[in-house]
Nanobody
Framework: QVQLVESGGGLVHPGGSLRLSCIAS????????MDWYRQAPGKGRELVGT????????YVADSVKDRFSFSRDNAKNTLYLQMNSLKVEDTAVYYC?????????WGQGTQVTVSS
């Protein structure tokens, strides 16, 4: 059974940092590219970034470029999203996702709130 479990969200002031984690199980994590998405209140789900199976970032949304970075530890089946210089508009539920063919497996999400 595929499971993706995010953690690390919370409340942070503008300009602050957070690191999200996503622990994967139920599939061969090291063999797959992975995505981070987010969904802000009242908006659709947005792809934030993609990391290849070997740890190369292959896509970063313009809205987070130069502020967010993506990494993974295949030995720990864990995906990371480092978020720096956070802005109020980064407030959203953040999801890790395993895109496989025409479907996607999603985690339950972790809330990130950026507020003064």
């Amino acid at each position: 059974q595929v499971q993706l479990v995010e953690s690390g969200g919370g409340l942070v002031h503008p300009g602050g940092s957070l690191r999200l984690s996503c622990i994967a199980s139920g599939f061969s994590f090291k063999d797959w590219a992975m995505d981070w998405y987010r969904q802000a209140p009242g908006k659709g789900r947005e792809l934030v970034g993609t990391i290849s199976s070997r740890g190369r970032t292959t896509y970063v949304a313009d809205s987070v470029k130069d502020r967010f970075s993506f990494s993974r530890d295949n030995a720990k089946n864990t995906l990371y999203l480092q978020m720096n210089s956070l802005k109020v508009e980064d407030t959203a539920v953040y999801y890790c996702a395993w895109p496989i063919g025409s479907s996607t497996h999603w985690g339950q999400g972790t809330q990130v709130t950026v507020s003064s």
